[in-house]
């Protein structure tokens, strides 16, 4: 016997209102301003019946296809490379980057000085679920950036300095990464934040599943 739709976890129901929407603006059911109208309203719905409402008029199911695409869409990137199992990121009265595609270490150690450095985990690829990064800084600041399926952990201990976590926790997603983030950081700041919205990663998903239904 199946579980009472209103008795079922509403996380749960609210994904599979959001993959719905996703599967008929993909092939046309719904303009660019309903699914996007009803992307807001289903983020935001605190009841079981908004989001059912948000639905009823909706024909169109995700299927095994669709199941499959959006996996390897929200998963995280894991792959093989050759990297040195630790790398230090050095900044003394300049700036460092890490961006784009790069295969990340084990662990990452950020020297900086008068400084600022940049770490962007968006399109990167691991090796490994566990990474650390250690902070040894004075009079700088480090930004990281992250997708969503990433779970953080910070451990600074900042002498007249901050650290801000803005990132959300996903460690339910599978194989989610776990990035630690620990050191010493003095008169400096550690932020950590997404650079794409869960909103905007599903618009920019369900465009290219549209631009995919459409080119056939």
Known sequence: MSVKFEDRPIEKVREETIDQLVMNYSHGELSAEAFERRLDQAMDATAHAQLAELVEDLEL?????YDNIKEQQFSPHYGKGRVQPTENVVSILSSNERSG???VP????VYALLGSVELDFTDAIFQQPDVTIKIIGGLSSLEIYVPEEITISTNVFNILGSTENKAPSMGSL???????IEGLQVLGSVEVKIKQTIKEKFVAFANSLKDTFQSR
Do not use: F, Y
């Open 106 to 109: 084990r662990e990452i150690t």
């Open 61 to 65: 199911k995700p299927d095994s296809s």
């Open 174 to 180: 599978k194989q989610a990464p776990h990035l630690r």
């Open 101 to 103: 595609v790069w295969t």
